[in-house]
């Protein structure tokens, strides 16, 4: 199933494995990632939903979870911001299966983004930035769009968390105030451009934009806590997630923790994500290394700096360090212990965040 | 006794200016960023921030470098989400005053930061909107922070990214936005305008810069008024603030620490 499309897929990144996915995704592609899943799946029930393994247990590892529901010319929805939180265990796992023409969904897109595009692996992408803010841009990205490799739809933050509610409400479209007046704003006479049309609100009478839904195939997710059944725990900001995972066909995470069932179970009001959207559940501490996860590390500001001075130096450069960071490992903790053999960075980055986070420090007190 | 205040510091104090107390006001990272803190240490205690990846309301600890750094968020109200910010609050129209930087800035306080065209006539891709977009649609005062640089003040951007006065008067509400007054701080002066004016007006100089200064880095001219103010000098009391609590390492100021930015 996985040889059926190869990175040639067309660059509007609609031929699909059942050739009817266009950038707003369908039922038809949420039933081919669970057919995925089914077909490769040893121990699949006749009840399964969401793509899912088993709805008990969706704990697998970061290449089975990539090798189900990552397929080439999957509409990949982006998890994470900048510096925090970022898939990057799933990342690297893609970049070691090479698994093409991908069409990248996201608010801001940002270290893992730029990995798979230096990877060859990105047609499109349909974001609202892309960059590392005081780190600099995404070089490998902006080297690419810049060539024309990747057809790029620009749209705001709020305009891209919208799309993905308008997805996972199951609405069609949706308006927005933002992009009106500007240069992505759509011709005014309704004539859709990409994602977006000019309309009126009827009642008012005032110009509005409407935005078509996304729904990316497969959201890609690093996580606190999770139980084996898939129900998500996120502490501090979720940026766009939330609403971009319950509008994907289905959603791999990986988190710092694996807990019991109970414990979610005694306080379900602290689910962010319901096992409904979850399809594979990846246990992988320090898996959005060298980026943060709130209360449990800082971000590790040398190993961004150093991605992004050899992202910076040119394309061959950042293959050649995915070639020897990424490609020459097995997995993740691999990459763990190549860039931090003795553990002392990581320790580090967590001994900052207790810092950091300690609710009795103020201002002064960190001087 | 404190050095003086250089421009790109005075920059940082010119923009907490325009910060009143009990306002709720949307930053990023960066100089807005403590402009936005030392207006809270100084004249206006009570003022709100809120930080598009969906904190609200934080205490801020030295120096974040990022809108989901965890230094921003210390304490806050809520920890929440993108769409409960840039949604929520910026659209829903809570927010008094925006923060933004860009790439260009145009005479109509139209904004650019997704692409511009370089020397050799080929497009020069940037990072695209972010909040940008959203904040220049949606809050009433906004106040761009620039580096004084010619390439930067083109007389129309190469791309709007996001809207200042658009074409001009009038042109925000034929596009169904609201009226929007725009302050852009620079390391020579402050440019001001609304949507009446249509376009950017010189209203103040920083101390040791000419009229001639300025318009020597700008590819459109601003109106002028006769008497132009100068940018005066913080309390000593405001700077020992930026540059020993807010900043401690300089991060924000690489010139002065004599480090190179990173990146």
């Known amino acids: ?367 | 006794m404190s050095e003086p205040a250089t421009n790109r510091e005075l920059l940082v104090f010119e923009a907490a200016r325009r910060v009143h107390d009990g306002e709720c006001v949307i930053v990023g990272t960066g100089l807005p960023l403590l402009a936005a803190l030392v207006a809270q240490r100084t004249h206006a205690p009570r003022v709100q921030l809120i930080i598009e990846s969906g904190v609200v309301f934080p205490t801020v600890l030295p120096t974040p470098m990022s809108v989901v750094d965890p230094r921003l968020m210390h304490a806050p109200s809520r920890l929440g989400s993108l769409l409960e910010v840039l949604g929520g609050f910026v659209q829903r129209g809570l927010v008094d005053v925006g923060f933004l930087g860009g790439a260009q800035v145009d005479e109509r306080a139209n904004i650019n930061s997704t692409w511009v065209e370089g020397d050799d006539g080929k497009r020069r891709r940037l990072p695209g909107s972010g909040g940008a977009n959203d904040i220049a649609s949606s809050c009433r005062r906004l106040v761009v922070l620039m580096s004084h640089e010619r390439r930067r003040f083109p007389a129309r951007c190469d791309f709007v990214t996001s809207p200042g006065f658009l074409s001009g008067p009038g042109a925000r509400r034929a596009a169904g936005l609201p009226p929007m007054s725009v302050t852009v701080l620079t390391d020579l002066c402050v440019l001001e305008g609304d949507d009446d004016e249509g376009r950017l007006r010189l209203a103040a100089l920083m101390p040791g810069v000419s009229v001639d200064d300025v318009l020597d880095r700008m590819q459109f001219v601003p109106v002028v008024p006769e008497d132009v103010a100068v940018v005066s000098q913080p309390p000593a009391s405001q700077l020992d603030l930026l540059r020993e609590v807010l900043d401690p390492d300089r991060r924000y100021f690489p010139e002065a620490a004599g480090m190179t930015e990173k990146a």
């Not at chain 1, 730029?114 to 995404?138: F, I, K, P």
């Not at chain 1, 129900?231 to 766009?240: A, D, F, L, Q, W």
């Not at chain 1, 923790?257 to 179970?265: G, K, N, Q």
């Open chain 1, 1 to 367: 199933m996985r040889d059926v499309l190869d990175g040639t897929t067309r660059l509007d990144g609609t031929a699909r494995l059942d050739g009817t996915r266009g950038a707003g995704g369908t039922a038809a592609s949420f039933a081919a990632a669970a057919a995925a899943a089914a077909a490769s799946a040893a121990s699949s029930g006749a009840d399964e939903k969401c793509g899912s393994a088993s709805n008990d247990d969706k704990v697998m590892s970061a290449a089975e979870a990539v090798r189900r529901f990552v397929l080439p010319g999957s509409i990949v929805g982006m998890g994470g911001q900048n510096i925090n939180r970022c898939p990057m265990a799933l990342v690297h796992e893609i970049v070691r299966q090479g698994v093409g023409g991908l069409v990248l969904m996201g608010c801001n897109l940002s270290l893992p983004a730029d990995m798979l595009v230096a990877a060859g692996l990105v047609v499109r992408t349909e974001q609202g930035s892309g960059n590392l803010e005081r780190y600099g841009t995404l070089f490998a990205w902006r080297r690419a769009v810049e060539r024309g490799e990747i057809v790029v739809e620009d749209h705001s933050h709020l305009t891209m968390v919208t799309r993905f509610l308008a997805g996972s409400l199951g609405l069609p479209f949706i308006p927005t105030l933002s992009l009106l007046g500007s240069d992505m704003a759509p011709p005014a006479d309704g004539t859709p451009r990409g994602s977006m049309a000019a309309a009126v609100d009827p009642w008012a009478g005032q110009p509005v934009v409407l935005l078509r839904k996304a729904r990316p195939d497969v959201s890609l997710l690093h996580v606190h806590a999770a139980d084996a059944r898939g129900n998500v725990i996120i502490e501090g900001v979720t940026s766009h997630e939330i609403e971009m995972a319950k509008a994907s066909a289905v959603t791999i995470v990986t988190c710092e923790e694996l807990v019991e069932d109970h414990e979610v179970s005694r306080r379900p009001e602290q689910v962010s994500l319901p096992s409904a959207y979850v399809g594979a559940v990846v246990v992988q501490p320090f898996g959005a290394f060298p980026t943060s996860v709130y209360r449990r590390y800082d971000f590790s500001e040398d190993d961004i700096v150093e991605y992004q001075s050899v992202a910076r130096a040119g394309d061959a450069d950042v293959r050649r360090w995915l070639d020897e960071h990424v490609r020459a490992v097995a997995d993740f903790d691999g990459f763990l212990a190549r860039r931090d053999p003795a553990g002392t960075v990581r320790a580090e980055l967590v001994s900052t965040m207790e810092t950091i986070t300690m609710e009795t420090i103020t201002m002064e007190t960190m001087l």
